[in-house]
Each structure stands twice: as structure tokens, then as C-alpha cells.
């Protein structure tokens, strides 16, 4: 069956303007997470989804990041006002919530996002 | 809060050699421990889990990983490498009532044919 997409693959943007990066989760996953990584680092928590509702967002570094997923599906994660730091590659991935509290998360293939 | 160490970032070993990644931890309370494998070019995929139990975990390509308590280690091992286990090997940590995980910096792995 079809895995986690995420689109675009790559984006180039200019410093100070709004991204907007999409995931799509596996059909029927209600647990659906954000990471970020940057070059030689792992995966870096930003925020997590049960349903359409943010049940964990510790991981957003600022007020310029924001995640939604209004039908508990799709998600897309927005950067304003982006920054030279922002330069990463941005994971998502989804999990099933039946069965145990910690279910295998399976990774999208992530979008580069590059901040000139 | 919690945090993961791996100690290698950078291995070279030639085929049919023995293998162990070191996975360190920081965390007082009940922890889950997995091991994610990322081939050139392909996704982040889970290698294998310890969510309590046995602590010698098997997982997948013939990968296997002991969680010491006592000594907040989770290290990945494989008796013998194949040039088609070069990747980027991650250890990560959950914690109960905390779904995200952490994830160390990683452990580039190379085998030479």
C-alpha cells in the first residue's frame, strides 16, 4: 500500500517568506508527527497529531512554525518569515494508535526546505 | 528531558565483519528504545524495538540490539555486515505517555566489498 508522502520534495525559498510543506499520512493512521533535520543531526521533534487536534507541540522551535491537519488527515506545516536556520529537511510520519500505546512510526521520504 | 548518544559517527568495516553501535540514553523513567536504519536515497525505516520483556530484541536483516538497564545502553549488533548494510543507523527514545521520539545524531556506516 501507498507510504507517507510529502510535498514538495525540495523547496527553495528566499529569506523572509512563507512556506507551506505538506504531508499525507497512511490511510487510516491517526497519529501523525513532524520532525525536522539538519544536515549530520537526527531526527528533531516538532510536533505531534492525534486526529485533527495537536496533542503534543513542545518541539516547535517559535511562534514562526504552525502545523494543522483540520480533517485529521493531511497536514501541512507553515513557516513565516523563514530563516537561514529554517534550512533542513522536514520529516513526517504516522503511526497506527490501535493495539498499544507505541506503535512503529513510518517516515515519509521529507522535503528538503532551503532558506537563501 | 530525555537525550540519546551515539558514540560513532562514522564506521568502515569490510564485509563479514562483526558489527556494534553504541546507544546511549538519558532518561529516570520507563523507556521504549528502536533502532531506525535509513538507506541511501530511501526512507527512515524501523530495524527493530524493545518495549519491555527479553531484552535481547531481533529485528529485521538479521539485526539485534540488548537493552542494559543498569548501564542506559540500547547498543545494535550484527555478527557479520554485507555491503548492502551501508546506511545511516539511528537509535531513538519514547517514553511512556510521550509519543515523540529523540533521536541521536546518528552512526554512518560504510562496508567495503
Known amino acids: 500500500g501507498a507510504g507517507v508522502s510529502q510535498t514538495p520534495s525540495n523547496k527553495v525559498t528566499e529569506k523572509g517568506k512563507y512556506v507551506e510543506l505538506r504531508c499525507d499520512p497512511i490511510s487510516g493512521h491517526t497519529a501523525l508527527y513532524w520532525y525536522r533535520q539538519s544536515l549530520g543531526q537526527g531526527p528533531e521533534f516538532l510536533i505531534y497529531?492525534?486526529?485533527?487536534?495537536?496533542?503534543?507541540d513542545s518541539g516547535l522551535p517559535n511562534d514562526r512554525f504552525f502545523a494543522v491537519r483540520p480533517e485529521g488527515s493531511v497536514s501541512t506545516l507553515k513557516i513565516q518569515r523563514t530563516e537561514r536556520g529554517d534550512s533542513a529537511v522536514y520529516l513526517c510520519a504516522s503511526s497506527s494508535t490501535s493495539g498499544g500505546p507505541y506503535n512503529e512510526q513510518f517516515f515519509g521520504p521529507g522535503t528538503r526546505l532551503t532558506v537563501l | 528531558a530525555q537525550s540519546v548518544s551515539q558514540h560513532n559517527h562514522h564506521v568502515i568495516l569490510s564485509e563479514a565483519a562483526s558489527l556494534e553501535l553504541g546507544c546511549n540514553y538519558s532518561y529516570g523513567g520507563t523507556v521504549n528504545l528502536f533502532w531506525y536504519v535509513q538507506y541511501p536515497g530511501q526512507h527512515l525505516q524501523l530495524l527493530l524495538k524493545y518495549f519491555s520483556g527479553d531484552p535481547l530484541v531481533k529485528g529485521i536483516k538479521g539485526f539485534e540490539a540488548e537493552f542494559i538497564k543498569s548501564k542506559f545502553s540500547f547498543n545494535l549488533r550484527k555478527p557479520s555486515v554485507q555491503w548492502s548494510d551501508t546506511a545511516e543507523y539511528f537509535c531513538a527514545v519514547g517514553s511512556t505517555g510521550r509519543r515523540a521520539l529523540t533521536f541521536g545524531s546518528g552512526t554512518r556506516l560504510q562496508v567495503q566489498p
Open positions: 497529531f492525534q486526529g485533527t487536534g495537536a496533542a503534543d
